[in-house]
């Protein structure tokens, strides 16, 4: 048995320890922010299988820090999340004989937003996936979406794979483009389609929004174009955007989009039950 440790106890760990073994950091930086950054650099040390006797250079400041708070776990009889994913991937790659089991266990490894996955993620994932080529592992995800690279993910991984696996019925390998979409109109459809085409590329997004990458219609539900059916671009034009704080550039845009909400209520616009036309 063990206790897990969520993001607020490793800052508290950090914390404490900062203040004991680590005063000289608050010359420089709140407590808090010390705290921040420490768990910052060592869960991506975690992250990389590396341990704090593989940190350099040695006696370093933190890979000072990083040994006081494994020291620190070890005394709570604790794990942290990163443990959690770093163990097993530890324990698959260095015993041939439980991958082998844990591999036969599954019949298929699905994957989703597999846009947002790291390194580490990647090796527990190839660990329990049949070898030999039998292919049972599948990946869906479109790097369109992948905000998550704070959190380490790594969409060069979904990039790599769009790149080099096949549209033919190879049988492993194979890429299957979900190009259709089932949420929105033609009319937001084609917006999209027009923004995306000249602000997305290679260098700017990680993709190329190019035929593979549009959004097409699916929702044939909807039927064809309608004249009182038009897509809005709302412009948030503050001049101090690029300085907001995440948080508030978040209200804005909530703000922004809720008085248009209201605007089309008081104007009675209507929205159709899809099912039922009423």
């Known amino acids: ?94 015993d041939a004989g439980v991958a082998a089991r844990w591999r036969e266990r599954f019949d298929y490894v699905l994957v989703d937003e597999y846009q947002d996955s790291n390194y580490i993620q990647e090796k527990l994932l190839w660990a329990v996936s049949k070898e030999n080529g039998e292919g049972n592992r599948f990946m869906v995800g479109d790097v369109k979406q992948s905000i998550y690279r704070f959190r380490l993910a790594r969409p060069e991984i979904f990039r790599e794979k769009f790149d080099t696996y096949t549209t033919a019925d190879a049988g492993h390998d194979q890429r299957i483009d979900l190009s259709r979409n089932f949420r929105s109109r033609q009319e937001v459809l084609g917006s999209v389609n027009r923004i995306f085409t000249d602000a997305m590329h290679r260098s700017v997004g990680n993709v190329e929004y190019d035929a593979s990458a549009r959004l097409n219609l699916g929702a044939a539900y909807y039927g064809g174009p309608k004249p009182d059916c038009i897509s809005e671009l709302i412009v948030l034009n503050e001049e101090d955007w690029k300085t907001f704080p995440e948080s508030r550039k978040v209200f804005w845009e909530a703000l922004a989009a809720g008085r248009r909400i209201q605007e089309l209520m008081e104007e009675e616009y209507m929205v159709l039950d899809k099912a039922t036309e009423d």
């Open 1 to 94: 048995r063990f206790s897990l440790f969520d993001e607020g106890d490793t800052l508290k760990a950090l914390a404490w320890l900062i203040r004991e073994r680590f005063p000289q950091l608050l010359l420089r930086q709140s407590e808090r922010g010390a705290a921040l950054q420490a768990a910052s650099q060592i869960a991506s040390l975690k992250m990389q299988l590396r341990s704090p006797s593989e940190v350099q250079p040695r006696g370093s400041l933190l890979q000072m820090q990083y040994a006081a708070y494994e020291e620190y776990l070890q005394v709570c009889n604790a794990l942290d999340f990163e443990d959690l994913i770093c163990r097993p991937v530890k324990l698959l790659r260095g």
